[in-house]
């Protein structure tokens, strides 16, 4: 059992940066490929950011490539979400997740534990 609480949400300005932290409690995170989702209202939950148990496979959605960074300390139980050049369409509650698979995956169904959420919110 994995348990995943997220941080680091807020209200910022178009141009600025965010980081999100996803803490996970459990032994088994160091073996498991983790993923950010994000959810805007009326819409569907969308892949964000994956990366693989030791990450060193690493993939984005189109729309944050070149502008987020995901990256874990296994040390530490975490995975991170560096969020840069935020827009207003990046506005969403942002939800990570976690597989018992060591790969990460696009696909939200593959995931088998997930965080409450944090609300990101940017302002134009």
């Known amino acids: 059992q994995v348990q995943l609480v997220e941080s680091g949400g807020g209200l910022v300005q178009a141009g600025g940066s965010l980081r999100l932290s996803c803490a996970a409690s459990?032994?088994?995170?160091?073996?498991?490929?983790m993923g950010w989702f994000r959810q805007a209202p009326g819409k569907e939950r969308e892949f964000v950011a994956a990366?693989?148990?030791?990450?060193?496979?690493?993939s984005y959605a189109d729309s944050v490539k070149g502008r987020f960074t995901i990256s874990r300390d296994n040390a530490k139980n975490t995975v991170y979400l560096q969020m840069n050049s935020l827009k207003p369409e990046d506005t969403a509650v942002y939800y990570c997740?976690?597989?018992?698979?060591?790969?990460?995956?696009?696909?939200?169904?593959?995931?088998?534990?997930w965080g409450q959420g944090t609300q990101v919110t940017v302002s134009s």
């Open positions: 459990g032994r088994t995170f160091s073996s498991s490929g």
């Open positions: 997740a976690a597989r018992r698979d060591y790969r990460g995956s696009v696909l939200y169904h593959e995931y088998d534990y």
């Open positions: 990366i693989s148990r030791l990450g060193a496979s690493i």
